[in-house]
């Protein structure tokens, strides 16, 4: 046997070397531990990397970091990225404050009792319900590009599920634990 495993390694490059790691089980335990470090140590850089691009946009967007993280789980799961999610609150919120007669059009109030506008979030959820009732459509599509911006059209399979499914995804996100509190 012996004489038949020297002629194999000499056959192919590189088994010989393979063959004497196993004989040596502490170096796969090693190798072995050295991979899951790896892995451990990338999830841990993209989740600080995720975290710093929230709290970026909620910056950029007066969104809590909340709100963005458990939204940016729902627009994930529809194709959307958390950048294309955070440009659409800014559209929206330039189109809150410029053109508040596009959203009275469609019953929504963009500001509170007070005269101050809405929170975006609140505003994008009450637009999702109306954006629902149109279903996916070229209307659907044009209003969604209008109010958001480009990325309106690409998060309109996330808004036509209406303020309802929105929620049920962001309690989904909650569940699994990567809502970002504030």
């Not at 004989?23 to 989740?47: C, H």
């Not at 975290?51 to 789980?73: C, N, P, Q, R, V």
């Not at 469609?106 to 005269?115: I, N, P, R, T, Y």
């Not at 009450?126 to 996916?136: A, E």
Request: glycine share 12%; hydrophobic share 45%; net charge negative.
């Amino acid at each position: 046997f012996k004489n038949d495993l020297s002629g194999l390694t000499n056959q192919i490059p590189g088994l010989g070397n393979a063959l004497n790691l196993l004989k040596n089980p502490i170096t796969l335990v090693g190798a072995g531990i050295i991979g899951i470090s790896k892995a451990m140590a990338d999830s841990v850089r993209e989740t600080a990397n995720y975290g710093d691009k929230i709290f970026e946009l909620s910056k950029k967007t007066g969104a809590s970091a909340k709100d963005l993280s458990a939204l940016g789980y729902a627009a994930e799961m529809n194709g959307v990225s958390i950048d294309e999610l955070g440009n659409s609150f800014k559209f929206l919120a330039v189109n809150m404050s410029k053109s508040p007669e596009k959203f009275a059009a469609l019953g929504v109030a963009v500001k509170d009792a007070d005269g101050k506008l809405r929170p975006t979030k609140d505003v994008m959820l009450d637009l999702s319900d109306t954006l629902m009732r149109l279903g996916p459509s070229a209307e659907s599509a044009a209003l969604a590009s209008d109010l958001f911006g480009r990325a309106g059209a690409n998060m309109l399979p996330m808004l036509v599920e209406g303020k309802a499914g929105i929620a049920g995804m962001a309690k989904e996100a909650e569940g699994l634990g990567i809502v970002i509190d504030d």
